[in-house]
């Protein structure tokens, strides 16, 4: 089993920026990707960012692209650096990892989810 713990959401308004972090720890030999989906409130969840640990190939939804930077800070932990933050970012962010090889990140072969964490941008 992996254990993922996410940390620095909150409230901040439209322009700022936040940093969240998820550190994994448990079964991570092998893990093969870390990542952020996020759902906001009514409707599904969606792809954030991922990071393949041993290549840093990254992946970024269409709406987050040039804003948001997913980066590896330790071994086996991972930040999201969000930036210029608009309201429709107001979600409930959820840190996500795989032992699974990927080519493209689907949120289905992602088997570890930490508890969310709420980001809400006031306008």
């Known amino acids: 089993q992996v254990q993922l713990v996410e940390s620095g959401g909150g409230l901040v308004q439209a322009g700022g920026s936040l940093r969240l972090s998820c550190a994994a720890s448990?079964?991570?030999?092998?893990?093969?990707?870390m990542g952020w989906f996020r759902q906001p409130p009514g409707k599904e969840r969606e792809l954030v960012a991922t990071?393949?640990?041993?290549?840093?190939?990254t992946y970024y939804g269409d709406s987050v692209k040039g804003r948001f930077t997913i980066s590896r800070d330790a071994e086996k932990k991972v930040d999201l650096q969000m930036n210029r933050l608009k309201p429709e970012d107001t979600a409930v962010y959820y840190c996500?990892?795989?032992?699974?090889?990927?080519?493209?990140?689907?949120?289905?072969?992602?088997?570890?989810w930490g508890q969310g964490t709420q980001v809400t941008v006031s306008s």
């Open positions: 996500a990892a795989t032992h699974t090889i990927l080519r493209l990140p689907v949120e289905g072969d992602y088997d570890y």
């Open positions: 448990g079964h991570t030999f092998n893990m093969f990707a």
């Open positions: 990071l393949a640990l041993n290549t840093g190939i």
